[in-house]
């Protein structure tokens, strides 16, 4: 059945002229039909530079608007158009705007998992791979970053030269790792080293070894001498430690970890997207305009970790 259904999406791939980009949490089967599977940061430079006429966007919808926004002349389509991510729905351009007006002067960092209206309010954004080089990089000491207070609070640790105004944002998902589950972990795994994902709480950061983007923490896994790791974040991203490094182990930090927006894509929806090219994204006028100066701000900084 996978078989036959991936045989078809790589047919009509071909003939729409497509490229299909997945998000480390896809599920696997997704991941493995993808041309490109990344962080935010991989995603948006391969949707910036593709020239694919067509982009199939498998992630949550955030994602898929930054890629329209910085390729205006493509089409952008998402299989799943319900695939939102709740820590980017917490703020909205008049809730950032209200934050401004109470500091005013202070230029705004914002994570890219918010809105095109959003970013758009914003100077410039930054990924979990360059949160702090991007904080860094502003001449200002006084800086507004949103939405993620989690990230903003380990981003602050890393400049504190800066003072980070936050907002009250997080992610659902990395919320439900707790420093018990590290605990619990080393007790099961002795000596081996934990990663986690900087939208941890920075109690769970504190007690980890490292704390990276996702393909941050592909790099390290590579990289490393280790035979085994505890991996805390969302645990789509095992499948392709999985398969980037047979004869290493992975063990989730907690089975909770899981993103249910990012597994509402299928191989059948991918399809359906290609057969009916849709959903569309599209991001338009000013909006776009300036979401896409905040953007590409950022890529001018890169990777950090
Ligand atoms: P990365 O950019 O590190 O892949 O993180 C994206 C995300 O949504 C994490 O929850
Ligand atoms: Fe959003 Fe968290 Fe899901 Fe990432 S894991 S998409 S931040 S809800």
């Known amino acids: 059945m996978a078989g036959s ?71 952008v389509l998402v299989p799943e158009s319900g695939a939102g991510c709740p820590m980017a729905n917490m703020i909205d351009a008049e809730k950032l705007r209200a934050l401004k007006r109470e500091h005013p002067g202070a230029p705004v960092v914002c994570y890219v998992n918010s809105s095109a209206a959003v970013k758009a ?29 989690f990230l903003g609070q380990n981003t602050q640790k890393e400049a504190p030269e800066k003072k980070l105004i936050l907002f009250n944002g997080y992610c659902p ?33 504190a007690l980890a070894d490292a704390a990276l983007s996702t393909d941050g923490m592909i790099k390290y896994v590579k990289n490393s001498n280790d035979r085994e790791f505890i991996i805390g974040t969302e645990i789509g991203i095992i499948h392709r430690l999985n398969k980037e490094n047979p004869g290493k182990r992975f063990y989730p930090l907690t089975e909770l970890a899981i993103c249910p927006n990012m597994k509402m894509t299928t191989l059948e929806k991918v399809l359906w997207s290609l057969e009916d090219m849709g959903t569309v994204i599209r991001v338009d006028g000013t909006i776009r305009e300036k979401a896409e100066k905040a953007i590409r701000r950022m890529l001018a900084i890169g990777r950090q970790d």
């Open 121 to 149: 309010e914003s100077d410039i954004c930054c990924t979990s791979a360059n949160a702090a080089a991007v904080v860094k990089s502003l001449p200002d000491q006084e800086i507004i970053f949103v939405p993620d207070k």
């Open 5 to 75: 259904l991936a045989e078809k999406i790589n047919k009509l791939k071909a003939s729409r002229r497509a490229v299909i980009l997945a998000h480390n949490y896809q599920p696997g089967e997704v991941q493995d039909i993808a041309d490109y599977v990344g962080d935010s940061l991989g995603l948006s430079i391969e949707a910036a530079k593709t020239t694919a006429q067509v982009i199939v966007f498998c992630g949550v919808d955030f994602m898929a608007e930054t890629a329209a926004i910085l390729s205006p002349d493509k089409t």
């Open 173 to 205: 998902t990395h919320a439900k790792i707790m420093p018990q589950h590290i605990e619990q972990a080393r007790g099961r795994h002795q000596g081996i080293k934990v990663l986690v994902h900087p939208e941890c709480r920075p109690d769970v950061v």
